[in-house]
């Protein structure tokens, strides 16, 4: 099956500094990859996906990026806010479209 | 709509007690997924359902775990008995394509 490795497990920023999330999979059949935020107490949220046959995609301060041959892809926000600060998990997901989620990042923005 | 609905939100129990997590959908889906979510082991896929069939239970860790999906509108998830190692939040999602999922709030589940 999937395997989706994600990193770091934890990053710290200060407002306004960028962050980078990192992804790694192991199905080269895998051709969508959503990424979840998910607040303090809350179920994750889709914020933003991209499909196999795109290398970038972005929307206001995020965007992601997948590198296919490599098997891997990042999500980047820009320009971070204290609202920024949760938990975000990717995900990569194959022909039955079920997604196999990465252990999470909690990223914390510091004001 | 009003989003995907659990309940309850909080569950206190006791080992060896049956514990039942409730779930509705949100209306036209007709994929539904529960999940479990540790510190240990992150974010579980334990069940799905595509118009109220199980599709792949192979996540359920064991026996004294089920789940049913009796109609389009309701899914519960039974632990029959219950143990502290069960204590996790159970987040309830559903789809009705192959893209977005959307998750429920999550029912906290303490087992003492």
């Known amino acids: 099956g999937e395997n989706v490795e994600q990193h770091p497990s934890t990053l710290s920023v200060q407002e306004g500094d960028s962050a980078v999330i990192k992804c790694t999979y192991s199905?080269?059949?895998?051709?969508?990859f959503p990424w979840y935020k998910q607040e303090l107490g809350k179920g994750p949220q889709l914020i933003i996906d991209?499909?196999?046959?795109?290398g970038e995609k972005k929307d206001q301060r995020i965007a992601v990026t997948l590198n296919k041959t490599a098997k891997h892809f990042s999500l980047h926000i820009t320009e971070t806010q204290p609202e920024d600060s949760a938990v975000y998990f990717c995900?990569?997901?194959?022909?039955?479209?079920?997604?196999?989620f990465g252990r999470g990042t909690s990223l914390i923005v510091h004001p | 709509d009003a989003g995907v609905i659990q309940s309850p939100r909080h569950e206190v129990t006791e080992m060896g007690q049956e514990v039942t997590l409730r779930c509705k959908p949100i209306?036209?889906?007709?994929?539904l997924f529960w999940y479990r979510q540790t510190m240990m082991r992150g974010l579980e896929l334990l069940i799905y359902?595509?118009?109220?069939?199980?599709?792949?239970d192979s996540g359920m860790p064991e026996d004294r775990f089920s789940a049913k999906m009796p109609n389009a509108s309701f899914s519960t998830l039974k632990i029959q008995p219950s143990e502290p190692r069960d204590s996790a939040v159970y987040f309830c999602?559903?789809?009705?394509?192959?893209?977005?999922?959307?998750f429920g709030p999550g029912t906290r589940l303490t087992v003492l």
């Open positions: 199905d080269s059949a895998s051709n969508y």
């Open positions: 995900a990569a997901a194959g022909g039955s479209y079920i997604p196999t």
């Open positions: 991209i499909r196999s046959n795109v």
């Open positions: 209306s036209g889906h007709d994929y």
């Open positions: 359902f595509n118009n109220n069939v199980p599709i792949d």
């Open positions: 999602a559903s789809s009705n394509n192959y893209n977005e999922q959307f």
